[in-house]
Every structure is written in structure tokens, then in C-alpha cells.
């Protein structure tokens, strides 16, 4: 426990050395990351010489090879995975269930067709980052309707959110069927979840989001805590599991609308972010502060991955996430099975 000030007046904060120190190593994780990103490719500037670049001493190619090219799509990059991790922590605190991320309920996708919807039915109503989050609230609005006990019912909340995640998708499916290609192609991109051509804009609205609903995320974590542990117990310590609940998905939808509107749905950092988190520190709660810090490292690390793992070819990030998050899915997914037959 940390004080500060007297002892009859301080202000104790708690905290547990392990989260600590998984969330510096997942930082330290990210920062290696993004230092390989940059001395990497053809435009790659050696380790030796980024101090000089970073000063201004540069040539003009590496000022704006890092500076336009390669800082915003990392500081994107990081931003976003943080903010699908905070969502995602959430959403499975709020489910109590480590498939209840917003890959799996339907947020993602829901978000991914407001934006469709901004972009192409609609073209020029609303810009699309509100149209993304403009979706994930649609789409949270009817899962909430679907369960048919609000988000009283976590184990509802999955199913009802894997029909409406169907139903978002064969949206998209549709708006880009009779799009024109051009539209289409670009909108099908940015959909697989894609951080190519980031701006320092685009990091702007990713951090200034994060700013905002990080602290809010860290002042529901010890109410959400004491949810977990059942609606009857945590009435009777004074929590009111609904409220907390209702605060929580808001907080994640806005996270995850927020991510979505600048990099697209990019798949299973949601999920599998706050479920490392959890098995690394070993804690109950969601973890906000450490599952952002993994959920910054996984996507820049994914993102080194989907530039270089192949000389010469570049794929959406959004593809090497869903590969690698496909198979921690599998694994979860059998894992529950177990569970529920022993």
C-alpha cells in the first residue's frame, strides 16, 4: 500500500507489485517493437541515427519517414490496442466470461457497420468515426434488448451478441456488394482492420478517447470487482450491480468505437489482451491499467509482423490479429467446453 500525506489525513492507494510489473514489461515489450518498426524496410533509419532524427538533424527522407510515416501509425497502433484492451476487460468483467470481449458480442462489428453505413449508404450524413460508434451503440442497444433481462444476464449477453455480430456483418456484406469499387475496396481494407496511412489526427482521437475513459475505467474496477462476485453480494456491500454494469459497457463502447473509427475492427485483441493480462498477474477485476499496456504491446507487435513478416508484402494488421487470435479462441473455447462437462 502507497500513502501519501499524514497518516490522518493520507490517501492510501493500493496496488499489488505483479500488475506492476507485467504492465512495465508489456510497455518494454511495445517500445522494442516500435524500435525494430522503425530501423526496419527500406526506409529504415538505424538505431545509431534515430537520436539525431528525433532532434531534427535528420535528412529530409527520415524526418518524414518517421515523423509522417512511422510515429503516427505506431502511436495509433498503441493507442488502439489499448483501447480494445480496456474494452475488452471490461466487457469480460461486465460478462464474466472470457469469451465476452467485443469481438465476440457484436460491438466490433456493429461498429464496423456504422462506419460502412457513414461511408457508403449514406455518404456525407455523419463522418465516419461517429458512424462507428453510432454502430456499436446500436449494437449494444440490441443485445441489451435481446437477453431480455438487460445486461443482468451475462451468459445471454454472448449468444444474443454472436446473432447480432452475424447480422452487422451480412450489413457490410451487402453495403459493399452495391458500393462502387473503389469505395468498396477501401472500406473492404479498412474493415480487415488496417493502420496503413495512419495521421497524428488519428492518434489524437484514439489518445484524446483514452484520456477520458481510462480514468473512468479505473474508477469502476473495485465496484466491478465486487459484481464479480454475484449480484446478492455485491447488493449487500452497497454496489449497485446494475449501475456499475451499465456504466462499464458504456465505457467500453466508447473505447471500442473510438478504436474502431480510426484503424477498423481490428480482431481479438479484445479478447485475448485482458485474458493474458489476467493469467499474468494472476488477480481478479478487469485490470484496466495492465490489460492496456498488453493490449498496446499485441498490436504493435502484430503490426511489425504484418509489415515484415513477409519481404515485400504488406497485409492488414487486422489479418495477422485474427490469425493469431483464431487459435487463442479455439483454445478458450475448448477450454469452457471442458468445464462445463466435467
Not at 13 to 36: E, K, Q, S, T, Y
Amino acid at each position: 500500500m502507497l500513502r501519501l500525506g499524514s497518516a490522518e489525513r493520507g490517501i492510501s492507494v493500493r496496488w499489488r507489485v505483479r500488475p506492476v510489473v507485467v504492465g512495465v514489461a508489456a510497455l518494454v515489450v511495445a517500445v522494442v517493437a516500435a524500435l525494430v518498426t522503425v530501423s526496419a524496410g527500406r526506409l529504415g533509419i538505424p538505431l545509431a541515427e534515430l537520436p539525431t532524427v528525433l532532434a531534427g538533424d535528420g535528412s529530409k527522407i527520415q524526418q518524414w519517414a518517421l515523423f509522417t510515416k512511422a510515429l503516427p501509425r505506431l502511436t495509433v497502433a498503441a493507442a488502439a490496442g489499448a483501447a480494445f484492451a480496456v474494452a475488452g476487460a471490461l466487457f469480460q468483467s461486465v460478462t464474466r466470461n472470457p469469451l465476452g470481449s467485443p469481438d465476440v458480442i457484436g460491438l466490433g462489428s456493429g461498429a464496423a457497420a456504422g462506419a460502412v453505413a457513414a461511408a457508403l449508404v449514406w455518404p456525407g450524413v455523419v463522418p465516419v468515426p461517429v458512424g462507428a460508434v453510432v454502430g456499436a451503440v446500436v449494437a449494444v442497444v440490441a443485445v441489451w434488448l435481446g437477453t431480455g433481462r438487460g445486461f443482468a444476464a451475462p451468459h445471454r449477453m454472448v449468444v444474443t451478441g454472436i446473432a447480432v455480430g452475424a447480422m452487422a456483418l451480412a450489413f457490410v456484406q451487402l453495403a459493399l456488394a452495391r458500393g462502387n469499387r473503389e469505395d468498396a475496396q477501401e472500406v473492404a481494407i479498412w474493415i480487415n482492420g488496417s493502420l496503413l496511412a495512419r495521421t497524428w489526427t488519428d492518434a489524437a482521437v484514439v489518445g484524446g478517447a483514452l484520456l477520458v475513459l481510462v480514468p473512468l475505467a479505473l474508477v469502476l474496477t473495485r465496484a466491478l470487482q465486487v459484481v464479480e462476485m454475484g449480484d446478492e453480494a455485491a447488493t449487500a456491500v452497497g454496489v449497485r450491480p446494475t449501475t456499475v454494469r451499465t456504466a462499464a459497457v458504456v465505457v467500453g463502447v466508447l473505447a471500442t468505437g473510438a478504436a474502431v473509427s480510426v484503424c477498423g475492427p481490428i480482431a481479438f485483441v479484445a479478447l485475448t489482451a485482458p485474458q493474458i493480462t489476467r493469467r499474468l498477474t494472476r488477480s481478479t477485476g478487469p485490470g484496466v491499467a495492465a490489460a492496456a499496456c498488453t493490449g498496446a504491446a499485441v498490436l504493435v507487435v502484430a503490426d511489425l509482423i504484418a509489415q515484415y513478416a513477409v519481404p515485400g508484402q504488406q497485409f492488414p494488421v487486422g489479418v495477422v490479429t485474427a490469425a493469431l487470435g483464431g487459435v487463442y479462441l479455439a483454445f478458450l473455447l475448448v477450454r469452457e467446453w471442458r468445464r462445463s462437462a466435467a
